[in-house]
């Protein structure tokens, strides 16, 4: 059944029907995990609003999916049901792009077991877009859209430049005089975001590369005959955190299982040295595998591998890494070398996403909620670890302008000192984050997925055109 059936949501319901929602939102999966609270760390000169503020909520979704992307939506979702101020959901379809075109969909027509799959379903159930706000006017039309159909809370998952997107909507907000409370929810395989401990996204990310990694050594061991190199391209342009990730497929306590080698953008790629630690690794092992960000530079700062084009935000396009580094081999040691590119498949395999992962990026959709009720503008939602033996963690606010267009590397000590390995200090960072399997549904032997009805609402305003 919808989340409600009329533009009169069943928030508004007698007192009556109270114990009918308690079930629900048991049945939904609400998290309820001990100590697990909104810590107010790291904030600085934000706004902070009235508390009471009655209107409805828009949710979008913007850059490059992940297989938890969604859980955050469904987190969303399911804390504005909670909200007598919160009058309506909506989702804007295809991030800003929505916005500018008054896209919007009615998320409470959506049914509860809907809403429920999206914890398992990759992808961006809303859409997505890489569309970057230029003109003056653009601000100005999203801010004429919200006013339109009351949108007072704005809820935008994504990374680095989707923040940066957040944090401008909020400034012309308040410059309009348009009271809007503006939370960013952090999204990004690549790990890169400032001011939060990790990010959701990443830890089902380096869990599937690892689970691939594993399954071409045991390929690799009954191949090779110490004549036998195989180079995984992954994803991570200016960070290395998803290339750092492949070394927890090693087994505990044996240094020589495969990845035999790193390497990330933090260290400048050396040909000559590249061409030894193949050699080396040959002499001890059947095979060689390496794993290789696709944004290696050289000792300038070069991308080894970009092609000419950029797309909105200035970013190269990048990818051939890989391939660079094969050639390489075949061209200087008479070996069987051989390139295995993931490219987007390894931000959305649901089934081999993380339990841990998909719970945290529930977790900071619904935080976001709570905190742009309680009063919070203009601020990201982070993750903030404990300090205690075992792993743990809550959520936390930073200010969108600390991480708009920002980028965290990783700590050259978590690298090795011949720049082609990870240290144990990012072992213990990382393996955290792999733990649980998401319980996805198969049918006829293939996973099932969510698929929103998409019911749509009514435009008020005319046409835009897009420059």
Do not use: W
């Given at each position: 059944m919808p989340l409600h059936h009329s533009k009169?949501?069943?928030?508004?319901?007698?007192?009556?029907?109270?114990?009918?929602?308690?079930?629900?939102?048991?049945?939904?999966?609400?998290?309820?995990?001990?100590?697990?609270?909104?810590?107010?760390?790291?904030?600085?000169?934000i706004h902070t609003m009235s508390e009471e503020l009655t209107g409805n909520i828009l949710v979008a979704q913007s850059g490059g999916p992940t297989s938890v992307i969604n859980s955050s939506l469904a987190g969303v979702i399911t804390e504005a049901l909670n909200h007598d101020c919160i009058e309506e959901i909506y989702g804007s379809l295809s991030g800003v792009l929505g916005i500018l075109n008054e896209n919007f969909i009615d998320l409470a027509e959506e049914s509860q077991q809907t809403i429920r799959a999206l914890r398992h379903t990759p992808g961006a159930a809303l859409g997505t877009c890489r569309f970057k706000l230029k003109k003056e006017q653009d601000y100005k039309?999203?801010?004429?859209?919200?006013?339109?159909?009351?949108?007072?809370?704005?809820?935008?998952?994504?990374?680095?430049?989707?923040?940066?997107?957040?944090?401008?909507?909020?400034?012309?907000?308040?410059?309009?005089?348009?009271?809007?409370?503006?939370?960013?929810?952090?999204k990004t395989i690549d790990n890169d975001l400032p001011m939060t401990d990790h990010c959701p996204g990443y830890g089902s990310t380096i869990k599937d590369i690892c689970?691939?990694?594993?399954?071409?050594?045991?390929?690799?061991?009954?191949?090779?005959?110490?004549?036998?190199?195989?180079?995984?391209?992954?994803?991570?342009?200016?960070?290395?955190w998803i290339a750092a990730g492949s070394t927890l497929a090693k087994h505990k306590n044996n240094p020589n299982d495969a990845p035999h080698l790193i390497y990330v953008p933090e260290i400048p790629f050396s040909t000559e040295r590249f061409l030894e630690d193949i050699q080396t690794v040959l002499q001890k092992n059947k095979h060689c595998l390496v794993v290789v960000s696709e944004?290696?530079?050289?000792?300038?700062?070069?991308?080894?591998?970009?092609?000419?084009?950029?797309?909105?935000?200035?970013?190269?396009?990048?990818?051939?890494?890989?391939?660079?580094?094969?050639?390489?081999?075949?061209?200087?040691?008479?070996?069987?070398?051989?390139?295995?590119?993931?490219?987007?498949?390894?931000?959305?395999?649901?089934?081999?996403?993380?339990?841990?992962?998909?719970?945290?990026?529930?977790?900071?959709?619904?935080?976001?909620?709570?905190?742009?009720?309680?009063?919070?503008?203009?601020?990201?939602?982070?993750?903030i670890r404990k300090e205690t033996d075992h792993y743990?963690?809550?959520?936390?606010?930073?200010?969108?302008s600390e991480v708009a267009n920002g980028v965290k590397t990783l700590p050259k000590n978590w690298i090795n000192e011949t720049g082609n390995g990870i240290t144990h200090p990012f072992i213990k960072y990382a393996l955290p984050l792999i733990q649980g399997e998401v319980q996805v549904p198969f049918e006829q032997g293939l996973p099932q997925f969510a698929k929103l009805a998409k019911h749509s609402i009514e435009k008020k305003l005319s046409g835009y055109a897009l420059t």
């Open positions: 009169n949501s069943f928030r508004h319901l007698p007192p009556s029907t109270n114990l009918k929602l308690s079930l629900f939102r048991v049945a939904f999966g609400t998290i309820v995990v001990q100590s697990f609270y909104l810590k107010l760390k790291n904030t600085h000169l039309r999203i801010i004429e859209v919200l006013i339109a159909h009351n949108i007072r809370y704005f809820f935008y998952i994504g990374g680095n430049d989707s923040q940066d997107t957040a944090n401008k909507i909020a400034q012309h907000a308040l410059k309009q005089n348009y009271e809007l409370r503006v939370i960013g929810i952090p689970t691939i990694i594993r399954e071409m050594a045991e390929d690799h061991e009954s191949m090779g005959q110490h004549d036998l190199v195989s180079i995984v391209e992954v994803m991570g342009r200016n960070a290395g944004g290696i530079v050289d000792a300038e700062g070069n991308y080894i591998a970009a092609g000419s084009n950029t797309d909105s935000f200035g970013h190269a396009q990048l990818g051939g890494a890989g391939e660079y580094l094969r050639n390489l081999v075949s061209e200087n040691i008479n070996v069987n070398a051989r390139t295995c590119k993931l490219g987007i498949a390894q931000r959305c395999a649901a089934t081999h996403s993380s339990q841990i992962d998909n719970d945290e990026a529930f977790l900071c959709g619904q935080q976001a909620v709570k905190a742009a009720v309680s009063g919070q503008t203009d601020k990201m939602i982070t993750l743990g963690y809550e959520t936390g606010l930073t200010a969108l």
